[in-house]
């Protein structure tokens, strides 16, 4: 029978199906379980039975066998074990990036333009005419052509040096980015989940990069005990784990990885708490998590230094409020003549996206 079926509006639905509205929740819940299917699907169970999600033309097995269905979770059909694809890793990182971008103000800055025309990769609207020591490849055949029927005629064809026009274009400056993050259990420590949204910006940052910036590079740095480089695809699965915290690991790996690096442009971004406890002293670790200990700062300041000598500016976007912390940030940053960033966990992706979309680094010719 052909008709029309109306139910009650929701201004929260936005026309989606109860799948594209259980899959938004069901995203979330596996940025906070680490890419546990199990228990983000647990969680979903739970909301919905205390908000009602689901109903009897459509339950919570119909939406499992959809997102198997639409290759959103596989099952091990020897041990059981569901597990997220690559599919729904990018859409973890899609999502991350249009719930923190998307709010931020539309902006032109940012595209990591410089004003200087020259061979470059950005095409500029505007053509001149050809000077000695221009390249061939420079050359607007289309409208030195059109040059030369407007000089000289369209009956015989004739091209002479004036009627060469020259299309430039803009160089677009590259720029290397290593994202360290903290994961040492103060970053979870006295009820506050920290390593969630410096999870979720480091996905959205990594999305961004790939999609508008191609030609930029990001590499993601964790750091508790030690430090070691994580692929774009396992942000979703990072954990906390029982670590202190080696700042000093964590900026000499990501020195070392931005000294491979070809891009002029190179910066860090270090998302922690603030509070260095851990050194490696050949085999051995030194650890003191009561106050600041000098034998540790002390490294990370000599770091702050060689990165400045090095051009690689170091902006730290600090997540806790103790004031004795937040003056070694400040030390620390003076030390590299860097940025500070003191963010509020719901404000994390605001301050990281805005200073990276600024287009205030330092292009190094």
């Not at 699965?237 to 020195?255: C, D, I, K, R, S």
């Not at 990370?300 to 060689?306: E, I, K, R, Y």
């Amino acid at each position: 029978m052909i008709g029309h079926h109306f139910n009650k509006y929701d201004p929260n639905e936005q026309g989606k199906t109860k799948f594209q509205q259980l899959l938004d929740v069901f995203m979330q819940l596996l940025t906070y379980t680490s890419g546990d299917v199990a228990e983000a699907l647990q969680w979903l169970n739970q909301l919905d039975r205390e908000y009602d999600m689901t109903d009897d033309e459509y339950g919570m097995g119909d939406f499992i066998d959809e997102l198997k269905d639409k290759g959103y979770i596989t099952e091990d059909q020897q041990t059981g074990q569901i597990k997220i694809t690559p599919k729904t890793e990018q859409g973890i990182r899609k999502r991350s990036l249009e719930e923190i971008f998307g709010k931020l103000k539309k902006t032109k800055q940012g595209d990591h333009h410089t004003f200087k025309p020259g061979q470059g990769d950005e095409v500029n609207p505007e053509t001149r005419q050809f000077q000695f020591g221009d390249m061939l490849e420079q050359i607007d055949f289309t409208e030195s052509i059109r040059n030369a029927q407007i000089n000289h005629g369209i009956e015989s064809f004739n091209m002479q040096e004036d009627d060469l026009a020259i299309r430039e274009t803009d160089f677009k400056s590259q720029t290397s980015t290593v994202m360290m993050i903290d994961i040492s259990h103060s970053m979870i420590l006295y009820g506050e989940d920290r390593i969630t949204p410096a999870k979720k910006v480091a996905m959205a940052l990594s999305e961004l990069i790939t999609t508008k910036y191609p030609k930029d590079t990001l590499d993601i740095v964790v750091f508790g005990n030690d430090a070691w480089p994580v692929e774009i695809k396992d942000l979703p699965y990072l954990q906390v784990g029982p670590y202190h915290t080696n700042t000093v690991a964590g900026l000499e790996l990501a020195m070392d990885i931005l000294r491979r690096r070809k891009n002029p442009n190179k910066q860090i971004f270090m998302v922690t708490d603030g509070k260095p406890t851990c050194l490696k002293i050949g085999k051995r670790y030194y650890k003191n998590s009561f106050g600041l200990d000098r034998k540790i700062t002390s490294r990370c300041l000599n770091l702050a230094a060689q990165c400045k000598r090095l051009k690689i500016p170091i902006t730290t976007f600090m997540i806790a409020t103790d004031p004795y912390l937040q003056r070694f940030v400040q030390e620390f940053t003076e030390t590299n003549n860097g940025k500070a960033f003191f963010a509020s966990l719901d404000k994390l992706g605001a301050f990281i996206f805005k200073d990276f979309e600024s287009g205030k680094r330092k292009t190094v010719y």
